[in-house]
């Protein structure tokens, strides 16, 4: 269930108020509220990283850090989606939905899925001039040339590169939210129908009302 974005909003005006801090528009929330959503969800994955480190067996059901974190993530994780264009050996990453994190790039040569490990320029010029380690299709390889497209290594492959033979794993970004709003008697009144709602967990909301206050100048001592 997504976290209300009028909820959040009422929660943040009323300690803004209490705390005598002056009136945060909607403009300034929806900059505010996107901001704090990508702090929030980008805190994830170091968190995550922290409590793999610490793992150490926990059974309990519901008390695991980990998974706790894995069931916030689960909605944005996408697996198997094939890339958006295939040019020679340039492939440009999907763009639907908007990607956040990139994770696992595969090469199906017809009769299996095989890994395409990542390395950086100065890897692959190395490799291909040294004929025990270049890249075969077998054991491909790709260079992230640009935010939206991978160089892979070999140039070509049989079958070769194409939307049908690439694909990849991501997390996907959280959709931008918007508090919609129409203007009654000088009075901005909350608009469902062209408003957007926080992807994120509906155990954030508490969160997203302190960080958000926060990231307007006003900080609270949480309960």
């Known amino acids: ?5 009028d909820t959040v909003y009422q929660r943040v005006l009323a300690l803004a108020n209490k705390e005598q801090r002056g ?15 990508l702090l929030i969800f980008e805190q994830y994955f170091y968190d995550m990283d922290v409590a793999l480190s610490q793992r150490v067996g926990n059974s309990s059901e519901y008390g ?19 890339m958006a264009a295939v040019n020679g050996a340039v ?6 939905p908007t990607l956040h994190k990139l994770g696992t790039v595969f090469y199906n ?8 490990e990542r390395i950086d320029g100065n890897q692959a010029q190395l490799m291909q001039q040294t004929a025990l380690y270049a890249p075969t299709q077998l054991r491909p390889v790709y260079v992230r040339i640009t935010d939206t497209t991978l160089q892979f290594f070999p140039a ?4 070769a590169y194409a939307t049908a033979t690439v694909n990849c794993n991501f997390v996907s970004k959280p ?12 009075q901005a009144l909350y608009d469902a129908t062209a408003s957007t709602d926080f992807d994120l967990h509906a155990s954030e909301e508490n969160e997203l009302v302190y960080k958000i206050l926060e990231l307007a100048g006003i900080t609270l001592n949480k309960p």
């Open 156 to 159: 070509t492959a049989t079958p």
């Open 64 to 82: 695991d850090r980990f998974d706790m974190l894995s069931e916030k993530t689960a909605p944005f994780k996408n697996t198997n989606v094939d």
């Open 109 to 116: 040569d017809g009769t299996r899925s095989v890994k395409v």
């Open 23 to 37: 009136y945060i528009t909607p403009q300034e929330y929806n900059l505010l509220a996107n901001k704090a959503q």
């Open 91 to 96: 492939m440009t990453l999907p763009t639907t």
């Open 175 to 186: 959709t931008e939210v918007i508090w919609g709003y129409v203007v009654v008697n000088n």
């Open 1 to 5: 269930m997504p976290v209300s974005i």
